[in-house]
């Protein structure tokens, strides 16, 4: 149980293009998802808080108008990159939230998408 | 504030040989604490974690860490490497109390199994 699937796993586009990436919960209900990125050989770092029926929460930095989240279900967070540039080449890595015993919540982790910004 | 330190970037042992990676962490509130292993081009698979129950916490793949508050660590460690175990190992913190589900990440440390 607790699979998270991503798509594409990857994709190549060409810059000023728009790309979208989904992150689903298989086999659950998340009310709360988590993108992050990540870059060649370093941590992972949290872009942004997707709620279910909500606004985003960015992390500092990070600008809402260029990575477009949307939480329009319990088990679909999109992000869309959007007017891509080389720079935004990147692995994308979503998480979502499950709520275990009432009080802990772990997040389970899709298998992330590779941009490439031509 | 919370921070988590992965004390070498890389590692690397023998197959056979005892694997241990380092986390320390710094948390003014009681902590949840993760390692998560990362194969190339794959998302994050958790090992383990450590949400104040026993402190010597057992994962999968033979892996086990143990919390150990008076040290703030929570190393990492197996008794004998496989070579399947070659990955990128990250440690991670998070508050236990209140709305705060935010992952704190290590920078990682990247375990090389030689033959």
């Known amino acids: 149980g607790a699979v998270v699937s991503q798509h594409p796993s990857w994709v190549i586009c060409k810059s000023g293009t728009s790309v979208k990436i989904e992150c689903r919960s298989l086999d659950f209900q998340a009310t709360t998802m988590f993108w992050y990125r990540q870059f060649p050989k370093q941590s992972l770092m949290l872009m942004a808080t997707s709620n279910e029926g909500s606004k985003a929460t960015y992390e500092q930095g990070v600008e809402k108008d260029k990575f477009l989240i949307n939480h329009a279900s319990l088990t679909l967070s999109t992000l869309t990159v959007t007017s891509a540039h080389p720079e935004d080449s990147s692995f994308y890595i979503c998480s979502a939230e499950l709520s275990l015993s009432g009080f802990y919540n772990e997040q389970f982790f899709g298998p992330g998408t590779r941009l490439t910004v031509l | 504030a919370q921070s988590v330190t992965q004390l070498g970037s890389h590692v690397s042992v023998s197959e056979g040989a005892l694997v241990l990676l380092r986390c320390n962490y710094s948390?003014?509130?009681?902590?949840?604490l993760f390692w998560y292993v990362q194969y190339p081009n794959q998302g994050l698979q958790l090992l383990l974690k450590y949400t104040s129950a026993a402190t010597l916490v057992k994962g999968i793949n033979g892996f086990e860490a143990e919390f150990k508050k008076s040290e703030t660590s929570f190393h990492l460690t197996k008794p004998s490497a496989h070579m399947s175990d070659a990955a990128e190992y990250f440690c991670?913190?998070?508050?236990?109390?209140?709305?705060?589900?935010?992952?704190?990440w290590g920078l990682g440390t990247s375990l090389a199994v030689n033959p």
């Open positions: 948390s003014s509130v009681p902590p949840y």
């Open positions: 991670a913190v998070r508050s236990n109390a209140g709305n705060n589900r935010k992952l704190i």
